[in-house]
């Protein structure tokens, strides 16, 4: 079997080991070793094969590989080689398709088997074309990159021409002309779309749609005579307002039922302190952890009901922690004794004049004047008010306003007064009243409130 050594040959094994190349390197009547050997058309992973001849189910002899010195044309073609379990991918491989352009001597003729050129063994110019530095390929078990395995499945050529010329984007910006465009878009759009744009730069509340739309108007409450300025509320319910006549009945048929005064300064002053702590910055501002900017608040009580619900907002609000000082215009007024004795628990500041009290505050609830044809005056006060400059809160103020004192926020009870515009934004607090109070002065009524304790009063436009 020496003769045969160096001879390139092509074994068919059976089928689960496939079909072998190689040159042989040593041979007996037991097995065949080859060298530099492919399995199915790739490279074994050893260097050396050998084969047993119970496998081999056919054997051909190509050439020798010494005398394999003629010339021949090759075809380069590049293949990327697939993963294969089993086995590792070193690099891409290329396949030459040889035809021998003379017949080696002491041969009879016939074609060249295909021969497998690896890359690893090949310095030619038309390989290392496809080698450069992008998307490697992790080799398993050796922890090496290898590089050009993606450069072949990708772009199938080497990238070897550049662009010559930059591109002019001024020129061809040049070529569309945008604001024959634009015109011939803003003709085709509806008229509201064009308003709305024209709007575009408006600033709107949180409360405002930018398209502008009328709120719905729609009555649920009616009073036996309609003579003074109606109200509407965020939702569009029409509030009309009372004549102080007609309140005082209806207080006078709630005190007769049950609804006593001592309940009702309790919710007027529940609605107020809900109104003074949203003033103040609600949970931001009385928050345990900003001590350092924590609220005062001064009350001013003046010697009627209003004083002694004021007194009352007085209390809750220093149960919430807020600072509160107190000014008194008197002490010995029946009406806000019962209040006076339940504040003076809370050890909050009482003063009776009015150069005791703070110079700077953050919010400033009156309660000095009653509903009267010529409510009284006080000029120091409106003075010291002037001069804090922080929000005032009225409570039930006259409709004509506290003389001297322009307040930014007025709590009104149950159902407005024909107030003028002295007394800042409206809102109406909701006392609890059952229907049948209403009913038996001659009003109609439905409640207005919803899910809300105090509900704001915008002036109708037709009033």
């Not at 050439?63 to 293949?79: C, F, G, L, Y």
């Not at 739309?213 to 509030?239: H, N, S, W």
């Not at 309940?263 to 002053?269: A, P, Q």
């Not at 107190?326 to 209040?339: D, F, G, N, R």
Request: charged share 25%.
């Amino acid at each position: 079997m020496a003769q045969w050594i160096g001879y390139m040959v092509s074994i068919k094994c059976r089928e689960e080991l496939g079909i072998f190349q190689g040159e042989i390197k040593a041979a007996t009547n037991q097995q065949i070793t080859l060298t530099k050997a492919f399995c199915n058309g790739f490279p074994c992973e050893h260097n050396e094969v050998r084969i047993r001849a119970c496998d081999i189910l056919d054997l051909k002899l190509i050439d020798k590989q010494s005398e394999m010195t003629q010339q021949h044309s090759t075809v380069t073609i590049a293949k990327p080689i697939a993963k294969r379990a089993g086995r590792t991918q070193s690099a891409s491989e290329n396949i030459a398709v040889a035809s021998s352009s003379s017949k080696p001597s002491g041969s009879q003729t016939r074609s060249k088997p295909i021969d497998i050129v690896d890359v690893r063994q090949n310095g030619s110019d038309q390989v290392n074309s496809f080698k450069n530095n992008t998307p490697n390929k992790r080799e398993k078990g050796k922890g090496k990159w290898i590089k050009g395995w993606k450069d072949e499945e990708c772009f199938g050529s080497p990238l070897d021409h550049s662009i010559s010329k930059d591109f002019d984007f001024e020129k061809n910006l040049a070529l569309f002309n945008k604001r024959a465009l634009w015109d011939e878009l803003n003709a085709q759009r509806p008229d509201f779309v064009k308003n709305a744009e024209n709007k575009k730069n408006a600033k709107y509340r949180h409360d405002e749609n930018v398209i502008a739309t009328m709120p719905t108007a729609y009555r649920q409450i009616e009073v036996p005579k309609q003579d003074f300025c109606e109200y509407v509320t965020d939702d569009g319910l029409i509030i009309p307002s009372i004549s102080r006549t007609l309140r005082t009945k209806l207080f006078e048929a709630a005190e007769r039922l049950g609804l006593t005064w001592e309940k009702r300064v309790e919710l007027m002053g529940r609605a107020a302190t809900e109104i003074s702590i949203q003033l103040l910055g609600g949970g931001h501002r009385l928050n345990p952890q900003n001590t350092h900017q924590w609220p005062t608040v001064v009350i001013l009580a003046g010697p009627y009901k209003q004083g002694a619900i004021s007194i009352n907002a007085g209390r809750q609000l220093a149960s919430h922690g807020v600072r509160i000082v107190l000014y008194l215009m008197s002490t010995e007024v029946p009406i806000l004794k019962k209040e006076l004795s339940l504040y003076m628990l809370t050890k909050n500041r009482v003063v009776t004049n009015i150069g005791d009290l703070p110079n700077v505050s953050d919010l400033i609830i009156v309660g000095l004047c009653e509903e009267s044809d010529s409510p009284r005056r006080y000029p120091g006060m409106a003075q010291w008010i002037n001069k804090n400059k922080a929000p005032v809160l009225a409570l039930d103020p006259p409709t004509i306003g506290t003389p001297g004192i322009s307040p930014k926020f007025s709590l009104l009870p149950v159902l407005p007064l024909p107030h003028s515009s002295n007394n800042g934004k409206l809102y109406l607090c909701n006392l609890g009243f059952p229907v049948d109070i209403f009913n038996e002065v001659g009003i109609k009524y439905k409640s207005p409130f919803g899910p809300k304790f105090v509900i704001p009063l915008h002036p109708k436009e037709d009033c």
